[in-house]
């Protein structure tokens, strides 16, 4: 049983509460505006303790919240009955979705990638899930574009990861999605500091699978 699938107890416990303020500067509108583009059947990476739920729109048939930690998971559940949609929660790790082949219309993964511990593999998984044509809708904190400022984030990893339940502030998570084979059809870069300067670099936007795709 790997570490995530174990889960990081304190931390779920304290995750919520942290969230609350962040959410109250500016995170739940872009969550909200993020996933007005989600439609249909939706794969949720990381789901965490469910924060997404409330912002889904009338247009997603079903979400499948997969998340790999236990206290985490449990959180998201009880978030899911109060969901606008219809949430399934699933402990499963973004590497091994249970899903089939070409199955999803909508991909969505916020503030995850930093996290997930092979986010290549997590990607690739969410390539072969998604339908051709389908969309990636992403929010996600990445490696700054300013030397120093990444730098920065480089040193501060080891430290941040063992005290944020794994979190690298220092992944370009919109390169690895390139890397994937996916179309960027709209990406943001924005700051967004509500804590500390860590995680200052954020992108938000929507990455499509090739209609002829192949996996």
Same mark, same amino acid.
């Given at each position: #049983?790997?570490?995530?699938?174990?889960?990081? /107890?304190?931390?779920?416990?304290?995750?919520?509460? #942290?969230?609350?303020? &962040?959410?109250?500067?500016? #995170?739940?509108?872009?969550?909200?505006?993020?996933?007005?583009?989600?439609?249909?059947?939706? &794969?949720?990476?990381?789901?965490?303790?469910?924060?997404?739920?409330?912002?889904? /729109?009338? *247009?997603?048939?079903?979400?499948?919240? +997969?998340? /790999?930690?236990?206290? #985490?998971?449990? @959180?998201?559940?009880?978030?899911?009955? @109060?969901?606008?949609?219809?949430?399934? +929660?699933?402990?499963?790790?973004?590497?091994?979705?249970?899903?089939?082949?070409?199955?999803?219309? +909508?991909?969505?993964?916020?503030? &995850?990638?930093?996290?997930?511990?092979?986010?290549?593999?997590?990607?690739?998984?969410?390539? @072969?899930?998604?339908?051709?044509?389908?969309?990636?809708?992403?929010?996600?904190?990445?490696?700054?574009?300013?030397?120093?400022?990444?730098?920065?984030?480089?040193?501060?990893?080891?430290?941040?990861?063992?005290?944020? *339940?794994?979190?690298?502030?220092?992944?370009?998570?919109?390169?690895?999605?390139?890397?994937?084979?996916?179309?960027?059809?709209?990406?943001?870069?924005?700051?967004?500091?509500?804590?500390?300067? &860590?995680?200052?670099?954020?992108?938000?936007?929507?990455?499509?699978?090739?209609?002829?795709?192949?996996?």
């Amino acid at each position: #049983m790997s570490s995530s699938d174990r889960g990081h /107890p304190v931390f779920a416990a304290l995750f919520d509460r #942290m969230s609350r303020s &962040v959410e109250k500067r500016g #995170m739940g509108r872009l969550r909200r505006e993020l996933l007005s583009g989600a439609r249909g059947l939706v &794969v949720e990476i990381g789901a965490g303790t469910g924060l997404n739920f409330a912002h889904y /729109p009338a *247009g997603v048939t079903e979400v499948v919240a +997969t998340e /790999p930690d236990p206290h #985490m998971l449990k @959180r998201a559940h009880e978030a899911a009955g @109060r969901a606008p949609v219809p949430v399934r +929660t699933e402990q499963a790790r973004g590497e091994e979705l249970p899903l089939e082949d070409e199955t999803v219309d +909508t991909a969505v993964a916020t503030l &995850v990638f930093c996290t997930i511990p092979d986010p290549d593999s997590a990607l690739a998984e969410i390539h @072969r899930v998604l339908k051709p044509d389908g969309r990636l809708l992403f929010l996600e904190h990445v490696r700054a574009d300013d030397a120093r400022l990444a730098g920065w984030q480089d040193r501060v990893q080891p430290i941040w990861s063992f005290f944020a *339940g794994g979190c690298h502030p220092n992944r370009d998570s919109v390169a690895a999605i390139e890397r994937a084979g996916f179309e960027l059809e709209r990406v943001e870069h924005f700051p967004f500091s509500p804590n500390v300067v &860590v995680d200052k670099p954020h992108a938000s936007g929507v990455a499509r699978k090739p209609p002829q795709a192949s996996d």
